[in-house]
């Protein structure tokens, strides 16, 4: 007897969905935003995940001498 499991997960997440959205919205005209903020859901992940990166290298860069 074999038996197979798959499981698979990812596709769009809810920033994607949120662009994709935005998208529409824009094409349609009933929004009337510019693009920068109609594609933010893309640059404000990549934004947070910079913040939090410098965030870290800081942390890690200041407790360097502390470990000793």
């Known amino acids: 007897m074999s038996s197979t499991n798959t499981s698979s997960t990812g596709g769009i997440g809810f920033g994607g969905l949120l662009t994709v959205l935005f998208i529409g919205l824009k ?24 913040i939090i990166a410098l965030i870290l290298i800081v942390i890690i860069l200041t407790t360097k001498g502390t470990l000793r």
């Open 27 to 50: 094409l349609t005209g009933y929004i009337t935003w510019s693009w920068w903020w109609v594609l933010s859901p893309l640059w404000i992940g990549l934004g947070l995940f910079c």
